[in-house]
């Protein structure tokens, strides 16, 4: 595993590996909140690095933004640091992308991704480097760049209809996700509840997902990490909410790998829903 392939669970907040998909079913939600979290990230026990996720959540928009880095004993082998945000518009609770960006630095690499998103197609998109000539490459296409989100907005799981968020409903989900070089589908399903409680913030209940990697589009058929991840059955994400909104996040997820257990792990979760206004007609609005 490359230093720039260990640093992106730390700024992304494992989004490959979450449950991280976009619903359009029923429900109502005009509410409001937002999250300051910080995650560290383990391989095996061992320290690998630590991140931060900020999410503000309006009733017409919302915007996301999460930095890390390398930490631990990986410093002794390279450094790193990361950063990427999206921001996009609120539909009956439901948040669409209009914009994503990413950048990893290494101590020899680089790489930056940013895309513009309208109704779910990539308008424009840049992804620095740009791959290479590969005969084993499947190539995209312009079908591969309709009907998606980026990692980041997928990250967002709604729970439809208006009863308890701490469903099966909550993880019952797939998501079309391209992240400016690869398309890919992300499917999830029940497994269980869990209680956890933060360093600070959040104690309460969170929903384990199971979640399934299928790659479409953009990746090297020979490479055997895609392989491994299609293959893999035991990967889990734990959502915890959004206070305010219907909104669930990853607050752990886990993968096993030949090095041992990968984990994201919140050491902090605070989130607090904004206060409620008064509208022109007497109603109270989110």
């Known amino acids: 595993m490359t230093p720039r392939r260990l640093l992106r669970p730390a700024i992304f907040g494992v989004a490959m590996l979450a449950a991280l998909y976009a619903d359009a079913q029923g429900g109502f939600l005009y509410a ?11 391989l095996g026990g061992i320290p690998l690095g ?10 017409d928009r919302y915007t996301a933004a999460a930095s890390g880095g390398t930490g631990g004993m990986l410093r002794l082998f390279a450094s790193g640091q990361g950063t990427s945000a ?28 940013r895309m513009v998103l309208s109704a779910g197609t990539v308008k ?20 591969h760049r309709r009907g998606v989100t980026d990692p980041m907005t997928a990250s967002l799981s709604r729970v439809p209809g208006t009863g308890d968020t701490f469903a099966p409903e909550a993880c019952h989900r797939k998501v079309s996700v391209f992240d400016g070089r690869m398309r890919y589908d992300l499917q999830s399903s029940f497994k269980r509840l869990e209680k956890v409680r933060s360093e600070k913030g959040y104690q309460g209940t969170v929903v384990v ?36 909104t219907r909104l669930m996040v990853p607050y752990r997820a886990t993968i096993p790998t030949p090095f ?27």
């Open 124 to 143: 424009e998109y840049v992804a620095e480097p740009p791959p290479g000539p590969s005969p084993d490459l499947v190539p995209l296409t312009d079908a």
């Open 50 to 59: 630590k991140g931060a996720w900020m999410i503000d959540v309006r009733d």
């Open 260 to 286: 041992g257990l990968g984990v994201l792990q919140a050491t902090q979760f605070v989130t607090e829903p904004y206060p409620q206004r008064a509208t022109a007609n007497g109603l109270r609005s989110q």
């Open 86 to 113: 999206s921001r996009g518009s609120v539909s009956n609770g439901q948040p669409i992308a209009t914009s994503f960006s990413s950048s990893i630095q290494t101590d020899k690499k680089s790489d930056v991704v």
């Open 209 to 244: 997902c199971a979640v399934y990697f299928t790659p479409v589009a953009g990746y090297n058929t020979g490479r055997r990490v895609i392989k491994y991840l299609a293959d893999m059955r035991d990967t889990e994400v734990w959502l915890a909410p959004i206070a305010g």
């Open 32 to 42: 409001q909140g937002k999250l300051d979290a910080r995650y560290i990230v383990t």
